[in-house]
């Protein structure tokens, strides 16, 4: 199994970017992508969660500006992100699982993150 994200980068606040997260060794069609993000000296964060039926889910704070989405022919998922602001500053992961995250018993594969920077 292997999950690989791209398309991290320094945005000026206001901007975009789209994060990419390339599956391999698995099922995609199957399975739920989620985006995690960490913030320096912060916890782990869910970002969006799409299901395999399609449907979407945001944290609070990227409500209206970030939209996941999957392509289950490229088996590849996405974060667009606009109107990005300096507080989103962080390494974004992304996650194959069965389902969204729930509870504590959450298990997924986990792909290496990759470095977004909202800085002027």
């Known amino acids: 199994v292997h999950l690989e994200e791209s398309g991290g980068g320094l945005v000026q606040p206001g901007g975009s970017l789209r994060l990419s997260c390339s599956a391999s060794?698995?099922?995609?069609?199957?399975?739920?992508i989620a985006w995690f993000r960490r913030a320096p000296g912060k916890e782990r964060m869910g970002v969006s969660c799409i299901s395999s039926d399609g449907s979407t889910h945001y944290a609070g704070p990227v409500k209206g500006r970030f939209t996941t989405s999957s392509d289950n022919a490229k088996n590849t998922g996405y974060l667009q992100m606009n109107d990005l602001k300096p507080e989103d500053t962080a390494v974004y992961y992304c996650?194959?699982?069965?389902?969204?995250?729930?509870?504590?018993?959450?298990?997924?594969?986990w792909g290496q993150g990759t470095q977004v920077t909202v800085s002027s």
């Open positions: 060794g698995f099922t995609f069609a199957d399975h739920a």
């Open positions: 996650a194959a699982a069965d389902r969204c995250p729930t509870g504590s018993n959450w298990q997924a594969y």
